[in-house]
């Protein structure tokens, strides 16, 4: 079973990173406050970050990228742009991804990219 997990970052709680979770193996999208992210991966009994799914380049989304990249450095990263920190895997409008058999994730980078899990 697929589990969403919001995770306050910013301070301000104004923005959220997410774990989605299947069978202990997690996707992380927007890490902001990596250290912050990993702490709750953990707290979830995620044994493996997969991916990292970047909606866009903001800062406030992308910000963590490089920081999750050096402490996970096999972790593909995925975004629209190279705009977007320490992105290593480009995404293009329509794009599926296939992360575990539970968790497919569709791209719509016409303007940002948005993630929708199945």
């Known amino acids: 079973m697929v589990k969403v997990v919001p995770i306050p970052v910013n301070g301000s709680h104004a923005n959220y990173a997410y774990l989605i979770i299947d069978n202990k193996k997690a996707a ?21 970050i997969i991916a990292c799914l970047t909606t866009h380049h903001h800062d406030d ?29 480009i995404v293009k409008d329509k794009d599926e991804i296939k992360l575990t058999d539970n968790i497919h994730i569709k791209y719509d980078t016409r303007s940002r990219i948005s993630h929708f899990p199945n």
């Open 28 to 48: 992380v999208v927007d890490p902001y406050d990596v250290p912050k992210v990993l702490k709750e991966a953990e707290n979830q009994g995620v044994s493996e």
């Open 61 to 89: 989304h992308a910000g963590g990228n490089q920081d999750l990249a050096d402490k996970l450095p096999n972790v593909p990263i995925y975004g629209g742009s190279k705009q977007g920190l320490a992105v290593n895997h």
